[in-house]
């Protein structure tokens, strides 16, 4: 962007910056890892509190909230001071924000602790900044590959560890010590990016930075970035609402219980992972990564169509979600990839934010829109009303790389 200087990186050579990587990996699985032993548990913490559904929804949906807020604020600041204190204290306030709803003395505080705690958890354009900061520009899709499958591993052993771990009978007073462990894991977070992490890039002084309004308007017009934050929404919302109306489907379809659900998304995390850790960064370099970007989505949109018509409660059903969780783990970690090769670095953060923000957005709307979809049209068609709306994403992720390829032979980048 004109009139801005170019925040300066701090070297790194390849053995540094792949020790930054592995190190972040750690620290960010311990923090999902937190995460997940939350999230299933909020329901039954709900119910302790005589909640009714809607405010149970509304503890799961405050997240979403907090982190839309706090994804392009962290990004932009991290662009400004740097990425390591801004890690070092997001993760530190989260840890302080489970053990605040593990002693929260009704419903409505444990509402607003969760929006401070998706607002504190919202650093993920702050660890993909890092990676950019750290990367060679073909060794990104990889990386941020790597960062997701650390995230996924996290948030499919965290369920376990917190199911262990409560003990509902005893009221509110029974989900204390998993809450209590999801704020130890955080802390343990803090101290792993605090004594092992090195900072990435320089501070720079207050004034050079662009305001966040101006950032928005350069997003929404910059052929490449403006295109992948459209994509990350729109895929974002079907696979958000797949998510949720998936469980009420297959009880209705089949008479899935809650243990076959839970092993279908087991499957497909097992399956996602360690393609998002060993093959998404090969098949990029190989193909490109708009071309995995587009295959991806085009993936998505056939299992998604495939399901309600040939789903059969057995193997096609499992077969097919985890064809689905393999499509986005292949697709995804290409536009965080494509957006840091687009901008300059002084602004890396900050445009991952929005474009993280657009996520936190979709996972708000998603689930909402196709609830809707599930009980006012009929039970399959939220399928393939997600498949009607993550086709156009194949044209945007196919014109947002041929758009950086242009930028790119014209020597363009901001």
């Known amino acids: 962007m004109s009139g801005v200087m170019t925040a300066q990186a701090k070297p790194q050579g390849p053995r540094g910056s792949a020790a930054a990587l592995y190190t972040l990996l750690s620290v960010m699985f311990i923090n999902m890892m937190g995460f997940g032993i939350v999230v299933p548990l909020l329901p039954f913490y709900g119910a302790s509190f005589h909640a009714s559904p809607q405010l149970v929804a509304l503890i799961f949906s405050a997240y979403s909230v907090g982190s839309f807020i706090g994804e392009p604020f962290w990004g932009r600041l991290s662009d400004r001071i740097g990425r390591k204190p801004i890690l070092i204290s997001t993760l530190m306030a989260n840890c302080l924000c489970y053990g605040a709803l593990a002693f929260a003395p009704n419903i409505y505080w444990a509402l607003i602790i969760r929006v401070l705690g998706g607002m504190c958890a919202g650093n993920g354009s702050v660890v993909q900044g890092y990676i950019a900061d750290v990367s060679p520009p073909e060794e990104r899709a990889g990386r941020i590959a790597k960062i997701g499958a650390a995230y996924n591993i996290g948030f499919i052993l965290g369920p376990f560890v917190g199911g262990i771990l409560a003990k509902p009978s005893l009221g509110t007073t029974g989900f204390r010590l998993p809450l209590l462990a999801a704020s130890v894991l955080g802390a343990c977070a803090a101290f792993g990016v605090m004594m092992l992490v090195r900072e990435s890039r320089e501070r720079r002084p207050r004034g050079r930075q662009p305001s966040r309004w101006a950032m928005m308007g350069y997003a929404a017009r910059h052929p490449v970035v403006g295109r992948l934050i459209l994509l990350t929404f729109t895929v974002g919302f079907a696979f958000s609402g797949i998510e949720l109306v998936f469980p009420l489907w297959a009880h209705h379809r089949f008479d899935w219980t809650p243990s076959q659900v839970g092993l279908c998304f087991g499957i497909s995390g097992a399956i996602s992972s360690p393609t998002q850790f060993f093959l998404t960064g090969t098949l990029s370099k190989r193909f490109g990564e708009a071309r995995m970007l587009a295959v991806g989505m085009a993936g998505t949109v056939i299992s998604m169509c495939l399901q309600p018509i040939i789903g059969d409660g057995g193997i096609v059903t499992y077969s097919l979600m985890a064809m689905t969780?393999?499509?986005?783990?292949?697709?995804?970690?290409?536009?965080?990839?494509?957006?840091?090769?687009?901008?300059?670095?002084?602004?890396?953060?900050?445009?991952?934010?929005?474009?993280?923000?657009?996520?936190?957005?979709?996972?708000?709307?998603?689930?909402?829109?196709?609830?809707?979809?599930?009980?006012?049209?009929?039970?399959?068609?939220?399928?393939?009303?997600?498949?009607?709306i993550v086709a156009p994403a194949i044209l945007l992720a196919l014109a947002a790389g041929q758009a950086a390829a242009t930028r790119q032979a014209t020597g363009r980048r901001a």
Do not use: K, T, W
């Open 325 to 388: 969780a393999l499509c986005s783990s292949v697709a995804f970690p290409n536009s965080g990839a494509m957006i840091s090769r687009s901008i300059d670095s002084e602004v890396q953060g900050q445009v991952m934010g929005l474009n993280n923000a657009a996520g936190a957005i979709a996972r708000l709307a998603g689930p909402q829109g196709m609830a809707l979809a599930f009980s006012a049209i009929n039970v399959n068609a939220p399928y393939f009303v997600g498949a009607a």
